[in-house]
């Protein structure tokens, strides 16, 4: 039996295709009107170099999957249901379309990602929490 291999470039383009991927004015409305969940996956480096969302539910990673499934028992607050709209974030949006192909296998079927990520959402002047200054 042999296995189909696959490039990183090819997988993310056949992720995409399944996911209706939001652009940041858009996400920013939708969390704004109470029908998105912003979750950014940036490790602890970039969002203390960056800054962060307001709002947005920090995640990590390697945490996504049990903090966001609605029948785990890690699952966050917010992680209510299966219908949840929930908007992934990274840096600049590739490891997000990733992980929100993860979610929807654990059956989050409106989940996507934030194309270009929190460097396109703070690009396009969308509210952003800035690092306070070390002294």
């Known amino acids: 039996m042999s296995e189909e291999r696959v490039g990183i470039d090819e997988l993310l383009e056949r992720v995409r295709s399944d996911i209706d991927r939001i652009e940041p004015r858009a996400a920013y409305e939708a969390y704004e009107a109470g029908d998105a969940l912003l979750v950014d996956t940036r490790y602890a480096a970039l969002r203390e170099r960056d800054g962060l969302i307001p709002g947005a539910l920090v ?42 192909e993860s979610l929807r296998r654990l059956g989050l079927h409106r989940a996507t990602d934030l194309i270009g990520g929190f460097q396109a959402w703070k690009a396009a002047g969308l509210p952003v929490l800035l690092p306070t200054a070390r002294t």
């Not at 029948?71 to 929930?86: C, I, K, P, T, Y």
């Open 59 to 100: 995640v990590e990673r390697n945490e996504l999957e049990w903090r966001l499934d609605p029948l785990g028992s890690h699952r966050a607050v917010e992680a209510d249901s299966h219908d949840l709209r929930v908007v992934v974030l990274c840096n600049e949006g590739y490891a997000s379309s990733l992980a929100a």
